[in-house]
């Protein structure tokens, strides 16, 4: 005989089941913050492949450790933003957190990007 896990009734009595605390734990803010971190890892891996595949033959190699760098760093804030829609932050609170998340990686990701795949040398190097 197996036993079936304890639903969310079990883990939140007093709300019937529904999460009480977190940073989106109300309405639709929570699955569209767990889609957008989804997304940023999601082309992180797409951008480390093209750059991988796609590029390696036509930019230099420190321009291709340049696009590497950028995804990297780009993975590394989409699982930190995973973790903070994940972990139990007041909302507002996460929601700073997600938008830092955000704009960072925007802005250090994407002046890397930039900087590799067109040049810019006015971003660095």
Known sequence: ???????????WPKTG???SHGAYARGMAR??????AAMVCG???G???FGAHGLAKVLEPAQLQTWNTAVHYQLVHGL???AAVLAPLPQRTGTAVLHCFGWGTLLFSGSLYLLSALGMKFLGR
């Not at 005989?1 to 883990?11: C, H, K, R, W, Y």
């Not at 699955?31 to 957008?36: E, H, R, Y």
């Open 1 to 11: 005989m197996t036993v079936a896990p304890p639903g969310p009734s079990a883990l």
């Open 17 to 19: 089941g529904r999460c």
């Open 31 to 36: 699955p569209v913050a767990l889609a957008t």
């Open 43 to 45: 082309s992180a891996v």
């Open 47 to 49: 951008l480390g492949a």
């Open 80 to 82: 930190a933003m995973l």
